[in-house]
């Protein structure tokens, strides 16, 4: 079983930066792949970054690819989400979570966290 807790949102303007962060309960969080996600309102949530278990391997969505970055620390047993230039359009709450494999599909991740909202006004 393992815990999630995210946070780190704020109200930002457009071009600025934030770190999100999410810390895991538990002695096996180097176990799982790591992912944040994002849900705007009225639309489905979708896969921002993923990183392997070592944080050798990492995946970003197009729309994010050069301006977030995803990292882990597993002795601290937490996952952050570099954002930087930052559009109106990464509006959303913001959620990481953890399953058995670096994926894209939020039905394979297995813990959530509870979300942490982000703001970017223009």
């Known amino acids: 079983q393992v815990q999630l807790v995210d946070s780190g949102g704020g109200l930002v303007q457009a071009g600025g930066s934030l770190r999100l962060s999410c810390a895991a309960s538990g002695r096996t969080f180097s176990s799982y792949a790591m992912g944040w996600f994002r849900q705007a309102p009225g639309k489905e949530r979708e896969f921002v970054a993923g990183?392997?278990?070592?944080?050798?391997?990492?995946n970003y969505a197009d729309s994010v690819k050069g301006r977030f970055t995803i990292s882990r620390d597993n002795p601290k047993n937490t996952v952050y989400l570099q954002m930087n230039s930052l559009k109106p359009e990464d509006t959303a709450v913001y959620y990481c979570?953890?399953?058995?494999?670096?994926?894209?599909?939020?039905?394979?991740?297995?813990?959530w966290g509870q979300g942490t909202q982000v703001t970017v006004s223009s």
């Open positions: 979570a953890a399953g058995k494999v670096l994926t894209p599909r939020a039905r394979l991740y297995d813990y």
């Open positions: 990183i392997s278990r070592s944080g050798g391997p990492i």
